[in-house]
């Protein structure tokens, strides 16, 4: 898969999946304003997925905010199993912390295979954090902490979610990730965003 392909197929599942079915109530107004960046990382070895990570950290750290707020980085050639993924996301988050700069970024998770401790095998309530590969998104301090204070009872918003997911169904959910996959793979436009539960 191409780095284009793979961009296409990350963007696909923010329309449809993240803001379509409003798992992330703060993700549309900087997604559509261009301030959310896709990148693609080709590495096979974690040493090089390292650098990727860093060179995106950089990338936000010396960007403004109104014009770069987050970073999705998709890793498609490698971390295919859920521990292998877990493992470098402690290592990241390690060196956010060696960096001194846990306190202006974060990392949030997603992975085909992604599977909350406790749930069941086939719960579809893993949805909620399953993108098309896996993905490492670096997301600003300051702007998860203005936006919860727009929100109110923003704790409640992952069970909420989860329950979404189960409302929606493993098969639909499934099907919502294979046609974002096909869609770019057989050469058609990904499809856009389905209207979701809520609107920004």
């Known amino acids: 898969m191409s780095p284009a392909d793979c961009e296409a197929q990350l963007r696909c599942w923010v329309e449809r999946l993240v803001v ?24 096979t070895d974690d040493d090089a997925i390292f650098r990727c990570f860093l060179e995106e950290v ?24 859920f521990d292998d993924y877990l493992d470098m996301l402690g290592h ?14 974060q990392i949030a998770s997603f992975h085909p295979a992604y599977r909350f401790a406790g749930e069941g095998e ?34 409640e918003i992952p069970e909420r979610n989860r329950a979404h997911m189960r409302e929606l169904g493993k098969e639909r959910l499934d099907a919502l990730l294979a046609a974002c996959r096909e869609g770019v793979s057989d050469g058609s436009p990904a499809p856009g965003r389905t209207p979701g539960r809520r609107s920004w």
């Open 58 to 81: 950089q990338r936000l750290l010396d960007s403004d905010e109104r014009v770069l707020e987050t970073t999705l980085l998709a890793v498609p050639q490698a971390l295919a199993a």
């Open 122 to 155: 086939e719960d579809p309530s893993h949805y909620t954090n399953r993108a098309p590969c896996p993905v490492l998104h670096l997301l600003r301090q300051s702007s998860i902490t203005r936006a919860l204070a727009t929100w109110e009872a923003p704790e």
């Open 92 to 105: 990241l988050e390690d060196a956010l912390k060696e960096l001194g700069l846990a306190s202006d970024l």
């Open 20 to 43: 379509g079915e409003g798992l992330c109530p703060f993700a549309a107004t900087p997604l559509r304003a261009g301030r959310v960046r896709f990148a693609v990382c080709e590495a």
